[in-house]
């Protein structure tokens, strides 16, 4: 199947600190990529859709100056945690859509915010 | 709005016997993709099957088959000759027919395999 990769696998960083998440489409290209943060034992919670050259969409209820999100080509995506807080320490996860509509899924990347 | 309920928050089953793990949706929409995803502990998510709601033929892969039952927007997950690596969170899905074919996610049922 096809692979998404992401990186990094984990950050630590300080808090008021700025992380940014690629996502990256490997064999494929994505117009459409999404964004879900997970909490520990819980479902993923969709963030945003994010689509190549356009601006982002945002779920109800999330920053988008909090997590700026830049889709700059075909095959990348990227997530910005803007002035990190420890409450955003999360596992995200980001897919890629095909042009079948099948979304394929990153590995996640843990965050920890001190 | 569009929803997944998965009301087993955690199952159990013996290597090589079969379980049956429930979906039930909420959806007006006529036209959407059901899928089961596995997220084992290495926390990458992996398609398991997908679900065309306009085919009533139940989708089947391997040992993993479904119950799609449209009326009663029910959508369980079969798992026959269960193995210890099918142990996992299992995450029924929705997906709605957009341009950005957005995916819903159940809350997940925790799945454990013994020995």
């Known amino acids: 199947g096809a692979v998404v990769s992401q990186h990094p696998s984990r950050v630590i960083c300080k808090s008021g600190t700025s992380v940014k998440i690629e996502c990256r489409s490997l064999?494929?290209?994505?117009?459409?990529m999404f964004w879900y943060r997970q909490f520990p034992k819980q479902s993923l919670m969709l963030m945003a859709t994010s689509n190549e050259g356009s601006k982002a969409t945002y779920e109800q209820g999330v920053e988008k100056d909090k997590f700026l999100i830049n889709h700059a080509s075909l095959t990348l995506s990227t997530l910005t945690v803007t002035s990190a807080h420890p409450e955003d320490s999360s596992f995200y996860i980001c897919s890629a859509r095909d042009e079948l509509g099948t979304q394929y899924f990153g590995p996640g990347t843990r965050l920890l915010v001190l | 709005a569009q929803t997944v309920t998965q009301s087993q928050p955690e199952m159990s089953v013996q290597e090589a016997e079969t379980v049956t793990l429930s979906c039930t949706y909420d959806t007006s929409e006529s036209d959407y993709y059901l899928f089961w995803y596995k997220q084992p502990p290495s926390r990458q998510m992996i398609l398991v099957i997908r679900q065309e709601a306009y085919k009533q033929q139940n989708a089947t892969e391997n040992r993993f088959s479904v119950n799609f039952q449209k009326a009663a927007k029910s959508f369980s997950l079969k798992i026959s000759d269960s193995q210890l690596g099918d142990a996992a969170m299992y995450f029924c899905?929705?997906?709605?027919?957009?341009?950005?074919?957005?995916?819903?996610f159940g809350p997940g049922t925790s799945l454990s395999v013994i020995p």
């Open positions: 064999d494929f290209q994505a117009t459409t």
């Open positions: 899905a929705y997906r709605i027919r957009t341009s950005y074919d957005k995916v819903i």
